[in-house]
T-cell receptor
Framework: GAGVSQSPRYKVTKRGQDVALRCDPI?????LYWYRQALGQGPEFLTY????????KSGLPNDRFSAERPEGSISTLTIQRTEQRDSAMYRC?????????????FGSGTRLTVV | SQQGEEDPQALSIQEGENATMNCSYK?????LQWYRQNSGRGLVHLIL?????REKHSGRLRVTLDTSKKSSSLLITASRAADTASYFC????????????FGGGTRVLVKP
């Protein structure tokens, strides 16, 4: 597609449930990034991929969070046993190559609310 | 943790005035970027400046970079109501693992 697509746009889940957030990057973009953004704050890095390889997962808060990009295109961020503190906007971005010097294209995000 | 810190946190100006915001960072960088976020919407890439550049222009935007002071500024000239948004600086570099690290943002309000 023309842009980065994220689904669902909104997700309300009960505490303790698992959720899966999907990101469809721009076709051909090598690098894919996941960020989390709390209201009024800047995006916080979670993890990123080059092709299907997870390059850095240092931003994942704990082992309830995981991400995959099995075919080097669509990625899924999974949160197990959700907690209220997981509520935030989750943003995905992609860039053309693994090299630096490219701006990221962000999706519209998934707003997760854990009740 | 956030690499960049924007200053001021909030800025209110009249339409037609210039808006200036600053960003400071901690570790050496390869590139510094500025993004805009309109209320509740996605982040839009505005401009990228490399560590060996000192100034860059794009339309009404002017970005400067001073690597000796580890700081950057974004100037929006002749502001418009549509420029009302949050502006974030973001840096990347080998020290940070080659991913973008964002600051907390400057919230700009342009009053008509």
């Amino acid at each position: 597609g023309a842009g980065v697509s994220q689904s669902p746009r909104y997700k309300v889940t009960k505490r303790g449930q698992d959720v899966a957030l999907r990101c469809d990057p721009i076709s051909g973009h090598v690098s894919l990034y996941w960020y989390r953004q709390a209201l009024g704050q800047g995006p916080e890095f979670l993890t990123y991929f080059n092709y299907e390889a997870q390059q850095d997962k240092s931003g994942l808060p704990n082992d309830r969070f995981s991400a995959e990009r099995p075919e080097g295109s669509i990625s899924t961020l999974t949160i197990q046993r959700t907690e209220q503190r997981d509520s935030a906007m989750y943003r995905c971005a992609s860039s053309p190559q693994a090299l630096d010097g490219y701006g990221y294209t962000f999706g519209s995000g998934t707003r997760l609310t854990v009740v | 943790s956030q690499q960049g810190e924007e200053d001021p946190q909030a800025l209110s100006i009249q339409e037609g005035e210039n808006a200036t915001m600053n960003c400071s960072y901690k570790t050496s960088i390869n590139n510094l970027q500025w993004y805009r976020q309109n209320s509740g919407r996605g982040l839009v890439h505005l401009i990228l400046i490399r560590s060996n550049e000192r100034e860059k222009h794009s339309g009404r935007l002017r970005v400067t970079l001073d690597t000796s002071k580890k700081s950057s500024s974004l100037l929006i000239t002749a502001s418009r109501a549509a420029d009302t948004a949050s502006y974030f600086c973001a840096t990347d570099g080998w020290a940070a693992g080659n991913k973008l690290t964002f600051g907390g943002g400057t919230r700009v309000l342009v009053k008509p």
